[in-house]
Structures are given as structure tokens and as C-alpha cells.
């Protein structure tokens, strides 16, 4: 069975750092910054920035995102996503707003929410 990580809360951002792997889920109030590896799902109540070396595997929520890394799975960010020119994306996205820069890979679909935030 998968662990459950609970970051604490804190108005400075919770940092994985490169090399790291972690294998469970990750549930936080504020932001994280990600440059290691998870192979889980990630519920944020703030933005999530994956590094260029940072990697997910499974599901994500959260307020808003920054990718510059890999991520294969589920999206679902309630404001803007923005794929960076190294970012690689597998994956089914539910966003609010989304910006894709040149050299990023993106396979998979894209629904964008209303003003009001129905899908």
C-alpha cells in the first residue's frame, strides 16, 4: 500500500530535491518545487514547479502549475499551466488556462475549464 506524505504548512514552499524518488502520495496547503522523481499522485493547494530534471507519474492537482520537466498521467490545475520548452507532457490535462512554449512535447488532451469552472 502507498505511503501518504503530508507537507507541512508554511508560507515558505516545500522543496524535493534532484535524485530524490518518492514513491507514495504527496498532499500540501502550499507550493512545492519538484526536481526529483514521484511515482505517485500530488494534491497542491498552491503551484507546483517541476524542474527540468523532475518527473511524475501519476496524478496531479493543483492551483497552478510551471513544467519544465516529465509528467505522465493526470493534470488538473485550476488556474494557468505553462509548459516550458523542455517540459515532456503525457497526459490528459483539465486546466484553466494553458500556455505552451516552442520545444515542448505535449501528447494527449487538453480541456479547458469556463469562467465559471465547469469543465
Known amino acids: 500500500m502507498a505511503k501518504v506524505v503530508e507537507a ?3 508560507h515558505n514552499y516545500n522543496k524535493i530535491i534532484p535524485g530524490a524518488q518518492i514513491k507514495g502520495d504527496i498532499i500540501s496547503d502550499g507550493d512545492l518545487r519538484l526536481d526529483g522523481t514521484l511515482i505517485g ?3 497542491l493547494k498552491g503551484k507546483l514547479v517541476l524542474g527540468e530534471g523532475g518527473s511524475i507519474l501519476g496524478k496531479v492537482i493543483c492551483k497552478s502549475c510551471d513544467i519544465s520537466g516529465n509528467i505522465k ?3 488538473k490545475c485550476d488556474e494557468l499551466m505553462t509548459l516550458r520548452s523542455t517540459s515532456v507532457v503525457e497526459a490528459y490535462l483539465l486546466v484553466g ?3 505552451i512554449e516552442i520545444g515542448s512535447t505535449f501528447t494527449g488532451t487538453c480541456k479547458m475549464k469556463k469562467e465559471n469552472g465547469e469543465a
Do not use: A
Open 41 to 43: 499522485n500530488l494534491s
Open 73 to 75: 498521467g493526470e493534470v
Open 8 to 10: 507541512e504548512t508554511s
Open 97 to 99: 488556462r494553458l500556455v
